[in-house]
């Protein structure tokens, strides 16, 4: 299924005809928020279908040409994103078809915890992009990617869709806010609304300290040498960092300098050495501690 026509330059879920300001009833202009909602939500999935079931099983059919780790670091878990959305839009679906009384919160309620998917791939998105950047480089990888494209019958390519859904992830926040504005006080989605704007502002907040923790890792990993262990990120968040120093109990040597890296349920101590970090010793932390 092909997405609809979007210019990826735009804001691809501005309000539509009759959506700008006017002097509607209350229970007119809430009507107006939850259609655009509800349309652009079915807009985005089609993107997502778009991406994962034309662009992504296109390209699975050169692996010469694309590897499958290419696959992986270019689609990620849009799948993950599109199932999420699938459900997402159902349920949406199903409040739209009531006259009255539509709680659109409950949708949001249901789903936010499925959203946390945004996580990884907004942490991983940049690599994803210079992926598709290093194919289209290339002859045969700009034949195949072309190709895909008429297949999906866009005119958008592979880079503009595959940065659709941090786009729509942050539009949230902005269609709840209109939605609570134009929401009569009497109405008994109003208190619930609110909730539901606090979580996906939380859901925003999640993406950003996910997004610099990855950071933070990655520049960490890139300094770290003759590293052994578990993979870092099974410690959890990386908290803080700087000088250790210490001595041994019973020696009389001067204290020597140790750099420490804070984990939630480890310290990784090293040994600084320039720009560099040279790996000594993990202390897993108790879990208690």
Do not use: W
Not at 140 to 169: C, H, T, W, Y
Request: net charge positive.
């Amino acid at each position: 299924l092909a997405a609809p026509e979007l210019d990826a330059t735009e804001d691809i879920y501005a309000p539509g005809p009759g959506g700008g300001p006017s002097v509607l009833q209350p229970a007119v202009k809430r009507n107006q928020v939850l259609e655009e909602l509800h349309s652009t939500e079915a807009n985005y999935v089609q993107v997502l279908q778009t991406v994962n079931n034309v662009f992504k099983e296109t390209l699975r059919q050169y692996p010469k040409i694309i590897s499958k780790g290419d696959l992986r670091q270019i689609f990620l878990n849009v799948d993950e994103l599109l199932d999420a959305h699938h459900r997402f839009l159902d349920e949406m679906g199903s409040i739209m078809k009531k006259t009255t009384g539509r709680m659109m919160s409950q949708c949001f309620a249901h789903h936010m915890k499925s959203f946390t998917c945004y996580g990884p791939f907004c942490c991983e998105i940049p690599e994803a992009i210079n992926k598709v950047k290093e194919l289209e480089s290339k002859p045969a990888g700009a034949k195949v990617l072309d190709q895909a494209k008429k297949e999906s019958k866009q005119r958008f390519n592979l880079r503009d869709l595959l940065n659709v859904p941090m786009q729509r992830i942050l539009k949230y926040p902005l269609l709840l806010k209109e939605l609570v504005k134009h929401t009569p006080d009497e109405h008994p989605d109003k208190p619930h609304l609110a909730s539901a704007k606090e979580a996906v502002e939380g859901l925003a907040k999640f993406i950003n300290d996910s997004k610099k923790n990855y950071d933070n890792l990655n520049n960490m990993t890139a300094s770290l040498k003759q590293y052994s262990g578990k993979p870092l990120s099974a410690y959890g968040t990386l908290d803080k960092d700087g000088d250790l120093m210490y001595k041994c109990e019973s020696g009389r040597e001067k204290l020597k300098v140790r750099y420490a890296f804070l984990f939630s349920s480890a310290i990784i101590v090293c040994k600084p050495r320039g720009p560099f970090y040279t790996f000594k010793s993990t202390v897993e932390l108790d879990e208690n501690y």
